[in-house]
């Protein structure tokens, strides 16, 4: 089985400060891992991902994530936040391709972003 | 390059009703999926199909059939809405995870459906 947790249903910060949100995983063996972000009123779109090598992964609009093995996240950063970054972010998972095994992703709950001018 | 489509955008159902929510996409993808998503849940899986003429039941399969009749079309059906099922529907289509290609989803922009 494999799940996600994103432990904050919102984040508030200040324009121009570092900006943190929170994703946990389990899954049996090596994790795929994603994030997601959703505009109001549009559908889902890919942020970046983290599949092998490098733990820190940068993505679409300055944003990076940082795979951490040990405590099983998998944390969406930005250095600096912009009003327009305002949005819900998702974060998923799913297991390392394995013969006969299943490739649906499970997403977390959402975290609503806001950031404040 | 359309991407994944979903139509109607919006519809308002009487309790009773059947309707159908057609997905079209034109990457040529061979995995498809019907999401919901309603506050507080997040994003929650009702079918998914793995391959043209396939399909298996998500996290919330009842109330809802679906068809992949043709690779790029992925049809979900409410035979009998009711208010319970008053929610922003997404469809999403990926490539099968091998090689270069790992999975990531790619959403059409939602369709919203209310059920009196």
């Known amino acids: 089985a494999q799940s996600v947790a994103q432990p904050e249903d919102q984040v508030n910060v200040a324009e121009g400060n570092p900006l943190t949100v929170k994703c946990t995983y389990s899954v049996s063996g090596n994790p795929y891992l994603f994030w997601y972000v959703q505009y109001p009123n549009r559908g889902l779109q890919f942020l970046l991902k983290?599949?092998?090598?490098?733990?820190l992964v940068k993505g679409s609009y300055g944003f990076e994530a940082e795979f951490n093995k040990s405590q099983t996240s998998f944390h969406l950063k930005k250095p600096s936040a912009l009003v327009s970054d305002s949005a819900l972010y998702f974060c998923a998972v799913r297991h390392y391709p394995r013969p006969g095994g299943s490739y649906i992703p499970t997403f977390g709950r959402g975290t609503s972003l806001i950031v404040h001018p | 390059n359309a991407g994944v489509t979903q139509t109607p955008k919006f519809r308002v159902l009487k309790t009773g009703q059947s309707m159908t929510l057609l997905c079209a996409q034109d990457m040529n993808h061979e995995y498809m999926y019907w999401y919901r998503q309603d506050p507080g849940m997040g994003l929650r899986l009702i079918h998914y199909?793995?391959?043209?003429?396939?399909?298996a039941k998500g996290e919330v399969p009842d109330g809802y059939n679906v068809s992949r009749l043709k690779k790029q079309n992925f049809l979900l059906g409410l035979e009998s809405a009711a208010p319970s099922q008053t929610s922003v529907y997404f469809c999403a289509s990926s490539p099968e995870p091998a090689g270069a290609n790992t999975g990531e989803l790619f959403f059409g922009e939602g369709s919203r459906l209310t059920v009196l």
């Open positions: 983290y599949i092998t090598g490098d733990n």
């Open positions: 199909s793995v391959g043209e003429g396939t399909t």
